[in-house]
């Protein structure tokens, strides 16, 4: 199953702040996000581990609700360069070698 | 940095043939990955490998197999390509069995089957 993200699509003038959801209806362990520039790879923004532990970029803020299986994160004073696709994607821990589940991604338009 | 590779950006091929994807990384990693990116879709996990030789399905692994003969290589294969795997093809590798490593990403192969 996988993680619902939301909104699906938002638009933005830049400074604006954003929050992108991400809801699982699975117990979690991990839950990772990444952003995806059109045409390209998607790369690492964070991830937030089951107990609190976060890694990441520094300018960028999530947070991991572990009862209610949700992260948030959060995009303030928006520049241009954040627009993309963003994924979540998320781990059950255990015995998953690190397997993710993603979301159907959300995107992101910041303008001018 | 680490770096993962593909071996084509764009492949078209013919419903029947059989296909393969070859995706490399350079940095020892434990973890590899094949994703399967469609619109609206996000991506969907085909098979991973933990291991030399080792490898698990995903969530959509039907019509697919994989083969990692060495730890830097992973190998997607369709055996009989059908118009409905026309899709983008993401590899990716991540340092360590557990999920608290990040995905390093390859650029993604488009492929067409016509």
């Known amino acids: 199953q996988q993680p619902v993200q939301s909104p699906q699509a938002v638009i933005l003038r830049e400074g604006e702040d954003a929050v992108i959801n991400c809801s699982s209806s699975?117990?979690?362990?991990?839950v990772h996000w990444y952003r995806q520039k059109h045409g390209e790879a998607p790369v690492f923004l964070m991830i937030?581990?089951?107990?609190?532990e976060q890694k990441g970029h520094e300018k960028i803020s999530a947070s991991f609700n572990e009862k209610k299986q949700q992260s948030s994160l959060y995009l303030t004073a928006s520049q241009l360069s954040y627009s993309g696709t963003y994924f979540c994607?998320?781990?059950?821990?255990?015995?998953?070698?690190?397997?993710?589940?993603f979301g159907q991604g959300t995107i992101l338009t910041v303008h001018p | 940095d680490v770096k993962v590779t593909q071996s084509s950006r764009y492949l078209v091929k013919r419903t029947g043939e059989k296909v393969f994807l070859e995706c490399v990384q350079d940095?020892?990693?434990?973890?590899m990955f094949w994703y399967r990116q469609d619109p609206g879709l996000g991506l969907r996990l085909i098979y991973f490998?933990?291991?030399?030789?080792?490898?698990e399905k995903g969530d959509i692994p039907e019509g697919y197999s994989v083969s990692r003969e060495k730890k830097e290589r992973f190998s997607l294969i369709l055996e009989s390509a059908s118009t409905n795997q026309t899709s983008m093809y993401l590899c990716?590798?991540?340092?360590?069995?557990?999920?608290?490593?990040?995905?390093?990403f390859g650029p993604g192969t488009r492929l067409t089957v016509t």
């Open positions: 990716a590798s991540s340092l360590s069995l557990g999920a608290e490593d990040e995905q390093y």
């Open positions: 699975k117990a979690l362990y991990s």
């Open positions: 937030l581990l089951k107990g609190g």
């Open positions: 994607g998320t781990s059950a821990g255990g015995t998953s070698y690190g397997k993710l589940t």
């Open positions: 940095m020892d990693h434990e973890n």
């Open positions: 490998s933990y291991d030399v030789k080792m490898k």
